[in-house]
């Protein structure tokens, strides 16, 4: 730090430009708030860079490379008979999506009169930050600060990996060649995200998980056409199993793995991915200087409002507790930039839906049968499946349901879960009928277009009461 | 199965006002976690379940008032073994994918969150108001807008009748028991009261259907709650205890001086020194003097009953009314010492946090209505104490001293004591004496034990 410094004054900091950060700032543009927004790599965070939006196009380009296997059987005839991906060409077009994202978000910065500087910033107090851009270093002065500095893949030691042949979620995305093999350490979404996307476009796929079953987060009902789809695509699932050791074997890697009925096995693979979980960025942003406590796995704890112990420092996404996921980054974002502009503003909603891209995809918001119980409800549940929805079968995808959750005395909604084609998209009427408060009977009563697959709504929401239309309803 | 009933929560309580019901029919409880939150005797308090179960059946609505002994639910502890008993800690929606960390969101969905759409809840905090705390009109008891306002009105027509009562009584006890008096523009009249009574509706908050007379509209609100306690004890106080009333002034100058002089010392023990501290202080000194004065009668043994100790009661306007917090033992407390339990206790009532222990034992109470104004008052006594001290505003007079007008800080105070106790003659000489220590301090502190 240079003696006598200078510092520049601004109302607010914002520290980290992924969705919450940048969703944060650009609100409080709006507000007529002095900002500046400091990113030390790229805006748009690991979510528009690393993460959803890179990891989905992959997926999209598998999914469709995919379909052309089964496009015989609508009549249509590739010339030669066979697809090939090519991945570099995959790369350039990923990276102009992804840039075109970022350049809206740098603009959509400018015009709402934020000052973005790049660099990294380190709390030196309680109102000051020091930014390190190459050389220069550069203090300001705030009366108010977010923390958005998410988080990064976590791994022990013992799979720390090289970014060449034991690789992060990041290493993988950047690939130019798809590995002939590839072993998966960790059985989560973004592992079996990735796992089938790679195993669609002709990867040899094991995962090795150490919980009893893939996706250990989901309710095991919801799971199961992912369980049975990866073994459709020949994806080697090893669940309870361990990974001792991992090593490099020449151009190879081998994973030594553990597991009860097998014992110790060796498995020796192109490539392997470690996808085991993902740690807040709060270590070295100089939290300690400025007051603000994180608890014991390193996450900022703050309250409904954002705010952190230190009244006027705001935490918000990854480096909270809670689901590492983009949209309640963005959601916290917001209610940070309006309580620090004087709005009343509150994360006040337990309804964060997640959606998982795997084939078939999952999504839901609220509670799953299991929970609604845990939590005391009497609740009754109906699922409708995709094969009786006649989209479904003309889009020849009819593995999955609809599944609602419905309170037994109110009828009021407590969950909606889908699992099949397009169950991201269709999980926003789920969203949207549980802040509303709405009784079984109003998604019921609510006219679905036909023939579209949200009708799976409609006729779940009937079979909770007993008289869908497409399916036998139970005594 | 244990029916599960109000019990007698502070001394010798007889009904409790339903608050808030934390939990639901079919909800796991554990014992000893907290089921329902009353109102009783100005203290609110949190009852826990006294089983493990599940709730069967609840047999009261919040806003009900409710007498010792009713059955307020029913656990079926027969269910305890079944599933999902314990409180289980927060579930996650399934939550973090590939995360470290338990993710931990909101805990428990519909069970304690009312039902309200975004915007109604987006409107709810625009407005400042606790959505908790407004009982749903909507379907499945949804809060709508209009709830928001109802409750808004009614808020606002609490908060002006409180300010009213406050400004009209010397003490914390003498407020006028009716609960709405005129004191919005198109309040009550003699003629509007009489018409047909308006229709109430189940909700709990103070929610009344507004009828029209001509364009005077009058809304009737139940008295319940503090009010309505406030409003017996008030009854009883005027009924059973003669009061007569002595008023004198004091000169505050030198008193004033001092203050102004201990000031900064407080302000470095991070406390606002008010004239209070004195006050009581030498009130104390009186009261060993004269110990009729912090006495009571036993009104069934027809005895009189003095008291060797010296609990002062301060009242204090709060949200809910007028709360009489107790300083204990005041005469072995130092000026900052009570300084700094006024400031707590006042804290402590503004938050309805007051503990039973906290409001009763007084010995003998002050009202100081000064920061709000008037000249003197017939405070009413805090039965079965026998006196009660108002401290009126301090303002600049002309006063003739040594036969010559000059401008003094002057102070009513305004004395009503119990005239079967208590002779005219003791009661000026009771306050004279205040009135020397406090008008030379240095007496206070000669006189200080
Ligand atoms: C492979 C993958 C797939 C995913 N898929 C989904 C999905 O489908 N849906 C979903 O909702 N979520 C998904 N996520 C999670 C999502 O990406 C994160 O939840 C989200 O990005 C968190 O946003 P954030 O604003 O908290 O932080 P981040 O996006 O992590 O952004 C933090 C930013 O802060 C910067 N920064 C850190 N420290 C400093 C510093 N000291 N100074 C300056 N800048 C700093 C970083 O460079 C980074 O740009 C995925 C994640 C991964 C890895």
């Known amino acids: 730090m240079v003696v006598g410094e200078i510092a520049i004054e601004t109302d607010v900091v914002v520290i980290g430009g992924g969705p919450g950060g940048y969703a944060a700032a650009i609100r409080l543009g709006q507000l007529g708030q002095s900002v500046v927004l400091v990113e030390k790599e790229v805006l748009g965070g690991v979510c528009l860079n690393r993460g959803c939006i890179p990891s989905k196009a992959l997926i999209h380009a598998a999914g469709e490379y995919h379909k052309l296997a089964g496009l015989g059987k609508l009549g249509i005839r590739l010339p030669d008979g066979s697809a090939a991906f090519h991945m570099p060409d995959w790369q350039a077009w990923k990276e102009s999506v992804v840039a075109q994202l970022s350049q809206g978000v740098e603009q959509l910065c400018q015009a709402n009169g934020v000052t973005v500087v790049k660099g990294s910033a380190t709390f030196l107090s309680a109102d000051r930050i020091g930014v390190e851009t190459g050389g220069d270093f550069e203090t300001y002065k705030f009366r108010q600060a977010i923390i958005a500095t998410g988080s990064r893949p976590f791994a022990p030691k013992a799979l720390a990996p090289d970014h060449e042949r034991i690789l992060d979620s990041t290493d993988l995305l950047n690939l130019q060649e798809l590995p002939k093999s590839l072993a998966i350490i960790g059985g989560g979404y973004i592992g079996m995200e990735l796992g089938m996307a790679l195993a669609k476009l002709g990867t040899s796929v094991t995962v090795v998980?150490?919980?009893?079953?893939?996706?250990?987060?989901?309710?095991?009902?919801?799971?199961?056409?992912?369980?049975?789809?990866?073994?459709?695509?020949?994806?080697?699932?090893?669940?309870?199993?361990?990974?001792?050791?991992?090593?490099?074997?020449?151009?190879?890697?081998?994973?030594?793995?553990?597991?009860?009925?097998?014992?110790?096995?060796e498995l020796t693979v192109d490539k392997a991915l470690v996808t085991i979980g993902r740690v807040p960025n709060t270590g070295d942003i100089g939290l300690g200087q400025a007051g603000v406590v994180i608890d014991e796995k390193g996450y900022i704890p703050v309250n409904a409002e954002c705010r952190t112990n230190q009244p006027h420092i705001f935490a918000i996404g990854d480096v909270t507790p809670g689901p590492a996921l983009a949209h309640r980054a963005s959601k916290q974002g917001i209610v940070a930039a309006e309580v620090i502009a004087g709005l009343p503003s509150s994360v006040d909603s337990p309804y964060v839906p997640y959606v998982i891209f795997t084939d078939p995809p999952i999504a839901g918001v609220g509670l799953t049968p299991e929970e609604a119980k845990e939590q005391g409800y009497r609740v009754r549940t109906a699922s409708f499946p995709y094969r009786a929805n006649g989209k479904a079968l003309v889009i020849d995808e009819r593995d999955g349901f609809a599944e609602v959750v419905v309170e037994e005395d109110t009828h009021l909604l407590v969950g909606m879960h889908v699992v099949g084609a397009d169950a991201p998209n269709l999980i926003g009427e789920g969203a949207l009928a549980l802040e509303l408060a709405a009784r079984v009977e109003d998604l019921a009563l609510t006219i679905h277009p036909h023939p579209t697959l949200s009708e799976v709504w409609l006729e779940a929401a009937e079979a909770a009461l007993g008289h869908a239309i497409h399916i036998v309803n139970k005594k | 199965m244990v029916e599960f009933k109000l019990p007698d929560v502070g001394e010798g309580m007889h009904e409790g006002e339903i608050l808030k019901v934390l939990v639901r029919p079919g909800e796991a409880v554990v014992q000893d976690q907290p089921v329902i939150e009353v109102q009783t005797d100005k203290v609110s308090a949190e009852l826990s379940a006294p089983a493990t179960g599940v709730v069967q059946e609840i047999r009261i609505a919040e806003g009900d008032t409710v007498e010792v002994g009713t059955v307020l639910l029913v656990i079926d502890t027969g269910a305890a073994s079944g599933e999902g008993t314990e409180a289980k800690p927060t579930v996650t929606p399934v939550s973090a994918p590939e995360k470290q960390s338990t993710a931990t969101v909101p805990a428990r969905q519909g069970a304690s969150r009312s039902l309200a759409t975004p915007y109604v809840r987006q409107l709810a905090r625009e407005m400042k108001i606790d959505i908790e705390q407004v009982s749903g009109t909507g379907p499945a008891g949804r809060v709508t807008e209009e709830d928001l306002r109802q409750f808004a009105s009614a808020g606002q027509k609490r908060a002006l009748q409180e300010v009213s009562a406050t400004a009209f009584a010397a003490a914390p006890v003498n407020e006028p028991a009716e609960p709405a008096r005129p004191v919005t523009p198109a309040a009550v009249s003699k003629t509007a009261e009489q018409e047909k009574p308006v229709q109430k509706q189940a909700a709990s908050q103070a929610s009344a259907l507004p009828v029209g007379v001509g364009d005077h509209l009058i809304e009737r609100l139940p008295l319940k709650g503090i009010r309505k306690k406030i409003s017996e004890h008030m009854v009883k106080s005027v009924t059973v205890i003669p009061h007569v009333t002595s008023v004198d002034e004091l000169e505050m100058d030198q008193l004033q001086a001092l203050r102004e002089r201990l000031k900064p010392?407080?302000?470095?023990?991070?406390?606002?020194?008010?004239?209070?501290?004195?006050?009581?202080?030498?009130?104390?000194?009186?009261?060993?003097?004269?110990?009729?004065?912090?006495?009571?009668?036993?009104?069934?043994?027809n005895e009189i009953l003095l008291k060797r100790f010296y609990h002062i009661g301060i009242a204090t306007d709060t949200p809910d009314g007028l709360i009489v917090p107790v300083i204990r033992d005041a005469d072995r407390k130092?000026?900052?010492?009570?300084?700094?339990?006024?400031?707590?206790?006042?804290?402590?009532?503004?938050?309805?946090?007051?503990?039973?222990?906290?409001?009763?034992?007084?010995?003998?109470t002050i009202s100081n209505v000064g920061p709000i104004g008037g000249l003197q008052a017939t405070p009413i006594i805090n039965h079965p104490e026998v006196a009660i001290l108002a401290l009126h505003k301090m303002e600049k007079r002309w006063v003739v001293r040594e036969e010559e007008g000059v401008i003094r800080q002057m102070m009513n105070i305004?004395?009503?004591?119990?005239?079967?106790?208590?002779?005219?003659?003791?009661?000026?000489?009771?306050t004279n004496r205040i009135k020397e220590l406090l008008e030379d301090p240095n007496l206070l502190f000669a006189e200080m034990v």
């Open chain 1, 209 to 265: 998980e150490a919980a009893p079953g893939i996706l250990p987060q989901t309710a095991p009902h919801l799971t199961q056409e992912v369980r049975k789809q990866a073994k459709k695509l020949g994806i080697s699932v090893k669940t309870a199993t361990k990974v001792e050791e991992i090593s490099r074997s020449g151009d190879q890697v081998t994973l030594a793995v553990l597991s009860e009925p097998h014992g110790r096995e």
């Open chain 2, 265 to 301: 010392h407080a302000e470095k023990k991070q406390l606002k020194l008010t004239f209070l501290p004195f006050f009581i202080k030498a009130l104390v000194i009186a009261l060993k003097e004269y110990p009729v004065m912090n006495a009571s009668i036993d009104d069934a043994t």
């Open chain 2, 334 to 364: 130092s000026i900052f010492q009570l300084a700094a339990e006024i400031k707590q206790l006042a804290e402590l009532a503004r938050q309805g946090k007051l503990t039973l222990e906290q409001i009763t034992g007084g010995t003998f």
């Open chain 2, 414 to 430: 305004s004395l009503s004591f119990d005239h079967r106790l208590i002779d005219g003659v003791t009661a000026v000489r009771f």
